[in-house]
């Protein structure tokens, strides 16, 4: 009996560290909201998600995050322009044209993407894109939402490569030896069997992909230019509200209506990619089920 | 050619150029990044102190402070991470509580970096009372990997063969013992080649160590975790968004980016290499 219960013991001693991660995602949804509600004493919710105007150290100031809240949606937008079209054709080369040894030597380097820090991107934006962007199109500068848009791209490449070639692969083998028995070819089979099978798992690349992009940092920061005010065209400079949170804590007072503004802005955020999560986590539970 | 042929040649070619353009992405951040890089990168550079406000000197604060923070992470995240795949892997039944756990590791990884840092800033920065430290930021990245770690571990135990389990059951072990004495000196190697992963991560990464660790110019080395830290990431950030001598800093940053860069991505070659041959093993 003893003994039992000392197996019990460790088991539930084991459970407390895998509820860890639950522990963690609340302690963040709890200090968002403890230091992000006391703005809205002074503002209303409505006037701080579609205020037109984000002056944090004016006199009156102003916390309307409309701006950066497009900002955020435009580089997000132009960012899946670059990487959806060139991450999904990626997945099926690989999947489905590569031969396996060039699968094999493919696939760890759209890895090694991935494994590039934020930051590294935003300087080659900075030095290397910027300046190649300003000289095309004529611009005094190259920081600007185009620029940041393309470089979001590349870095969204990897996790919507990586997930749909999962998807394509998970696209049982009797569906394409119906098709190819039927007497289509190869590419046929991609266009009209494997992708509409697979194309609930490309949507979830997608959306993860998109939550990537909207909550990336640094480089933002680095390459959108830094402008708060609400976008009319890719080559404008823009904020968006990662960008924002980080220039701006480090000049903020702790405790100060800004300090509490960003951490708003943080709600906002997370409540947005939390959904993205959970939107991609259920599509890939209906399409599982779908495909058996 | 009938015009199905013709367009089977045309559909291959796209999917062959786009996956081309996606590794010529990769080639050309490297190929500048380490031409330019190259140039600046010598034994002093690497060991000596920056000077004159930052436009000139080496980048040794900056390195330590990285391997100080990684190395803080992945203390605290290493335990935990192994322990919580150890009640999913090993304990756990099919039910609502471990489909909660998976929402949480899911959802944990998804969170913005930059939200990890606030959440940093307020419970080790300001509530712990650590102030912006090696400690603050190291815990900060160590939640952050957690998700890694897990995921890392749980396929290094699943690859575990079942009949071990069995074997050391049947000679009347309990089932702690099976774990202790069995399933994680098998697992252990993969566990820890999934780990360089979190490693390669938490180097990395800025935004979370921007209000918890990190300091532009520090003239001392850390004396103690409490200590704030100069690091890889931010280091680059800095020199080139702060300072008046960018002709100066600019081939700082460069070095300081391929050294970045080449730790991070040798630390993820070395994993993924190692991965691989794990996955292909027969036991």
Redesign the interface.
């Known amino acids: 009996m003893k003994?039992a219960q000392?197996?019990n013991l460790?088991?539930g001693?084991?459970?407390l560290?895998?509820?860890?991660?639950?522990f963690?995602?609340l302690?963040?949804v709890i200090?968002?909201f403890?230091?992000g509600l006391p703005i809205f004493k002074v503002t209303t919710f409505k006037e701080f998600l579609f205020g037109r105007f984000w002056y944090p150290t004016y006199e009156p100031p102003d916390f309307g995050i409309l701006p950066l809240l497009l900002g955020s949606l435009w580089v997000t937008f132009g960012a899946l322009i670059v990487a959806v079209?060139?991450?999904v054709?990626?997945a099926?080369?690989?999947s489905?044209?590569?031969s396996p040894k060039k699968k094999?030597f493919?696939k760890?380097?759209?890895?090694?993407?991935a494994?590039?820090?934020?930051?590294?991107?935003?300087?080659?934006g900075?030095?290397?894109v910027a300046p190649l962007v300003a000289k095309i199109f004529r611009l005094p500068v190259g920081l600007n939402a185009f620029t940041a848009s393309l470089i979001l791209g590349?870095m969204a490449?990897p996790t919507i490569?990586s997930i749909s070639e999962d998807a394509i692969s998970a696209v049982p083998k009797r569906f394409k030896e119906a098709s190819y028995a039927l007497g289509a070819?190869?590419?046929?089979t991609?266009?009209k069997v494997t992708l509409p099978a697979a194309a609930g798992g490309i949507s979830t690349a997608i959306i993860?992909g998109m939550?990537r992009v909207?909550?990336?940092?640094?480089t933002v920061?680095?390459v959108a230019g830094g402008a708060p005010i609400i976008p009319h065209s890719f080559f404008e400079p823009l904020r968006t509200m990662?960008a924002t949170?980080?220039a701006e804590?480090?000049e903020t007072v702790?405790g100060s209506l800004h300090f509490h503004a960003?951490?708003a802005i943080?709600i906002v955020?997370?409540v947005i990619?939390?959904s993205?999560?959970?939107l991609a986590?259920l599509l890939t539970q209906r399409f599982r089920k779908r495909l058996g | 050619m009938n015009s199905r042929k013709v367009k089977e040649l045309v559909g291959f070619t796209v999917l062959r150029l786009a996956t081309f353009l996606i590794l010529f992405a990769l080639f050309i951040i490297l190929y500048f990044i380490s031409i330019r890089g190259i140039r600046v990168i010598d034994c002093q550079f690497l060991t000596q102190m920056p000077s004159e406000g930052m436009t000139s000197g080496g980048i040794l604060p900056a390195i330590l402070g990285t391997f100080y923070l990684t190395l803080c992470a992945i203390c605290f995240a290493l335990p935990l991470g192994v322990a919580a795949a150890i009640y999913l892997v090993e304990y756990a039944r099919q039910g609502r509580l471990v489909r909660i756990i998976r929402i949480g590791i899911n959802n944990l990884a998804g969170v913005p970096s930059i939200v990890f840092g606030l959440f940093g800033l307020a419970v080790f920065v300001k509530y712990f009372g650590f102030g912006v430290s090696i400690l603050s930021g190291g815990l900060t990245l160590g939640i952050l990997i957690l998700p890694i770690i897990i995921r890392a571990s749980e396929e290094a135990l699943l690859a575990v063969p079942q009949s071990f389990r069995e074997a050391s059951l049947a000679l009347g072990t309990t089932k702690w013992q099976t774990i202790y004495r069995i399933v994680l000196p098998s697992a252990i190697s993969g566990i820890l080649t999934g780990s360089i992963l979190g490693v390669g991560r938490a180097a990395g990464e800025t935004a979370p160590i921007l209000f918890t660790a990190v300091t532009f110019y520090s003239i001392r080395l850390p004396t103690s975790i409490f200590s704030e830290v100069q690091a890889l990431p931010y280091h680059i950030y800095a020199l080139m968004t702060e300072g008046t001598h960018p002709e100066c800093q600019v081939p700082i940053a460069y070095g300081t980016a391929l050294v970045l860069l080449f730790l991070v991505l040798s630390v993820d070659l070395v994993a993924i290499i190692i991965r691989n041959r794990a996955r292909k093993r027969k036991w």
């Open positions: 003994r000392k197996e460790i088991k001693f084991f459970c560290f895998a509820l860890l991660s639950i963690f995602l302690g963040i200090v968002l403890k230091e079209p060139l991450g054709a990626g099926f080369y690989i489905e044209v590569a094999e493919i760890p380097v759209i890895e090694l993407l494994g590039i820090p934020s930051v590294v991107y935003g300087f080659f900075m030095v290397v590349i490449i490569t070819n190869k590419w046929e991609i266009t993860l939550a909207i909550g990336e940092t640094m920061l680095m990662t949170i980080a804590m480090g702790v960003l951490f943080a955020l997370f990619t939390l993205f999560n959970i986590d």
